[in-house]
């Protein structure tokens, strides 16, 4: 991730660009620098491929930065990983509402620090109506435990009486997804 930007080599737009950020630490070692410096690094491609496709007119881009199983690093990365993210949620979201970027993040938020969730709201709120991009950062997110979030949601709602087995259809289901709209 670290030495990424977007450059298109086609007519055609993609409208959206999902993005898996990686080998932050593999370009840090080739440097003989710490790994975190990979990730501050890796943050700053992450500025730069924003700002191409909001140039590019991408209209969706999704960053997966941290999954669920990036929990099990050593507590000093994932700590100076929380750090750079606290660092951009409070330097970068009023840079991006400014050039009409929505941001909505999708992963598991009870397992986030109170002050990041605090933040991560303000930048949803802030920027609900933007339009120029959508910007999705999936944050201690992996595809298996939203799966198991929707069908919790799902059962719970047919415990309480409030759905049938016969109404559970795709909308259902997507209205049940991190991102239901
Ligand atoms: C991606 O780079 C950053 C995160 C997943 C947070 P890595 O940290 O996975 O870098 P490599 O794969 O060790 O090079
Ligand atoms: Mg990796």
Redesign the pocket.
Known sequence: ?SQVSLHLQTDITPVHVAII?????????KRMLP?TA??KK?ADAVRRVIESSVELGVTHLTLF???SE?WQ?PKE?VDA?MGLLRYYLKNEVKRLHKEGVRIRFIGERDTLSDDIVHSIEEAENLTQNNKQLVLTVALSYGARAEIVHVTKCIAQKIKDGTLDIDQIDEDQLANELYTPY
């Open positions: 991730m950020m990686d080998g932050n630490g593999r370009w840090a070692k790994r990979g990730h890796g930065g941290f999954s990036n690093r990365e990983l």
